[in-house]
């Protein structure tokens, strides 16, 4: 579910995964500037001027003045995201609080079952972009028997 996830619409998403998608622009990166700026979608509305003054250095004004990936990059990114997942973007409304204030907050997560659930105990799990095939399973078996036991992964 893409295109209305807390109220948000799937601009916002589709900005917010987009600047996730330059080159050296990581989770703090993407913060800085969404904060600056407003939003994802102002970032790339941005001037030059005004991101040179945002510290984006000359590579990452040169791929946000191209442009956002296509339309068609955006629908397969989309078709691969299991129609029970929600994304929230860091500006969503229906971001956690207690993930957005953390020191590098995720600018997209990806959000499955109760989104809501204030006084249940939270995890996080968090492992490496290169993930083996052990550390998969190993991590889906752990957010499986927390969330059986109405922890909040």
């Known amino acids: 579910m893409i295109d209305a996830i ?3 619409d799937a601009a ?3 900005a917010t995964w987009g600047l996730t998608r330059i080159r050296g622009f990581g989770p703090v990166a993407v ?3 969404v904060d600056r700026f407003g939003s994802a979608c102002a970032v790339w509305g941005a001037s ?8 984006v250095a000359s590579g990452g004004i040169q791929a ?14 989309v078709a691969r995201t299991p129609a029970q997942v929600r994304l929230a973007a860091l500006r969503s409304p229906g971001y956690p609080a207690q993930v957005r204030h953390i020191d590098d907050p995720p ?6 079952g109760l989104a ?3 006084h249940a105990p939270v995890v996080a ?12 399973r190993r991590a889906y078996q752990w957010a499986y028997e927390l969330a059986s036991r109405n922890v909040v992964v």
């Open 6 to 8: 807390g109220g948000m």
């Open 12 to 14: 916002e998403v589709r």
């Open 31 to 33: 913060k800085q500037l």
């Open 48 to 55: 030059e001027q005004e991101l040179e003054s945002a510290g």
């Open 64 to 77: 946000i003045r191209s442009g956002m990936p296509s339309d068609a990059t955006w629908r397969t990114w």
């Open 107 to 112: 600018p997209l997560l990806w959000m499955q």
């Open 116 to 118: 809501h659930r204030p």
């Open 125 to 136: 799990i968090v492992g490496s972009r290169r993930c083996t095939e052990w550390g998969r």
